[in-house]
């Protein structure tokens, strides 16, 4: 999304874009409802199994996880490709150089969304484990998983569909 804005002779160009492994957390802020239900969706997963943990508590553990999981993400995802490529546009009558999606940028974020799901579950599991610890919290990782299955079917249908209605 590229906005620009001019004053007389001056401009000011302003490029809202991320690098395409940070899609998937980055989202989130840009979509809050997408980000609170899938929290809410992870919640219910954790509810339903181990139905004795009070719910302030489960919530408590899913988003501490979650803080975790977002913040080794972002750190890692600017390890890896950004998918932006150099644009030049035309502001103010000038030639300027922005950042802009690349031939492939989709194709990342693809990729970007299937490593996150696997990285959540492997640093959400032992945070829990560990949160959890004096509980008796049986097939802990199965049902980790089980959360994040459906709290990112519903992180993407949500984002999916609040695309399609601000498009």
């Known amino acids: 999304m590229t906005l620009t804005f001019a004053k007389e002779n001056s401009m ?3 490029n809202v874009i991320f690098p395409a492994f940070s899609a998937p957390y980055f989202s989130q802020l840009l979509f809050p409802i997408a980000g609170i239900a899938a929290i809410l969706t992870e919640v219910f997963v954790f509810r339903k199994v181990y139905s004795s943990l009070e719910f302030f508590k489960t919530l408590g553990f899913v988003v501490i996880a979650n803080i975790a999981s977002w913040i080794f993400g972002i750190v890692l995802s600017h390890f890896l490709p950004s998918g932006l490529a150099p644009k ?3 502001a103010g009558g000038q030639e300027v ?9 989709g194709s990342l974020v693809i990729a970007a969304f299937v490593l996150a799901f696997i990285l959540s579950i492997l640093i959400e599991y032992p945070v829990w484990r560990s949160l959890g610890r004096k509980m008796d919290l049986p097939k802990l990782f199965r049902t980790t998983c089980i ?11 949500t984002l999916l569909v609040t695309a399609l209605i601000m498009s």
Do not use: C, E, P
């Open 97 to 105: 150089s922005v950042l802009s999606r690349g031939d492939n940028f």
């Open 147 to 157: 959360a994040h299955v459906a709290s990112y079917t519903v992180l993407i249908i």
């Open 12 to 14: 000011l160009l302003a």
């Open 88 to 90: 030049i546009v035309q």
